[in-house]
């Protein structure tokens, strides 16, 4: 193998590296989050660098079929949540 190679093959495993580092150190926390509104429930997960960041994508995710429209959406946001499961 030429010098070019080998340097294309360690670049590209340093840039593999450093991807699936920064991508399991931000997801940090791991929730599922099930949210009940208007009569109806759904459950959602996610994963955010912060319990807060985690719980908030978590209950937009769940939140998402149940509302219709923005000012249903902020309402099921700030309804409390049914159940909060905490995976990581």
């Known amino acids: 193998m030429n010098k070019a190679a080998i ?3 360690v670049f590209l ?3 593999a590296a ?3 580092y920064s991508t399991t150190s931000l997801a940090a926390y791991r929730v599922e989050v099930c949210m009940e509104f208007r009569g109806n429930t759904n459950c ?3 994963s955010g ?3 807060q960041a985690a719980q908030r994508a978590a209950t937009g ?3 998402s079929p ?3 429209g923005v000012t249903d959406s902020m309402a099921c946001d ?3 949540p049914k159940s909060v499961t905490w995976l990581k």
């Open 7 to 9: 340097i294309g093959i």
């Open 13 to 15: 495993i340093l840039v």
């Open 18 to 20: 450093a991807i699936y």
């Open 44 to 46: 959602g997960k996610a």
């Open 49 to 51: 660098s912060t319990k």
């Open 61 to 63: 995710i769940a939140c």
């Open 66 to 68: 149940l509302a219709s």
């Open 78 to 80: 700030q309804t409390p």
